[in-house]
Nanobody, 126 residues
Framework: QVHFEESRGGSVQPGGSPRLSCVLS????????MGWFRQAPGEGREGVAV????????WYGDSVQGRFTISEDNANNAVYLQMNNLKPEDTAMYYC???????????????????WGNGIKVTISS
């Protein structure tokens, strides 16, 4: 059984730079894709960033390119999302996600995901 240990969410001021973390147990990250989706209030779930743990290839969604950075720690089955220069439109529930090998280093469909975390609520507000 895969278990997700996710960091706490909260309220952040515009321009803030929080980091989300997700540590998995009951699972080996080797050769899989790990990353993040998000779902804003009243919107569908969209891919944010994904990393291929065996080769390091990375993909970012257009809305976060240049502001967010994904990283992973294979030894600890962990994935992180450094979010910089946050904007009000980044307010969303952020979901840690895993796509088992063979995986695609681009989050384009929800059915790519084999395991979902419970979600981290991030609110950008002054």
């Amino acid at each position: 059984q895969v278990h997700f240990e996710e960091s706490r969410g909260g309220s952040v001021q515009p321009g803030g730079s929080p980091r989300l973390s997700c540590v998995l147990s009951g699972y080996s990250s080797s050769g899989n894709c790990m990353g993040w989706f998000r779902q804003a209030p009243g919107e569908g779930r969209e891919g944010v960033a994904v990393v291929y743990t065996a080769g390091g290839s990375i993909w970012y969604g257009d809305s976060v390119q240049g502001r967010f950075t994904i990283s992973e720690d294979n030894a600890n089955n962990a994935v992180y999302l450094q979010m910089n220069n946050l904007k009000p439109e980044d307010t969303a529930m952020y979901y840690c996600a895993v796509d088992l090998a063979p995986c695609q280093v681009r989050w384009s469909r929800l059915d790519q995901v084999d395991y979902w975390g419970n979600g981290i609520k991030v609110t950008i507000s002054s």
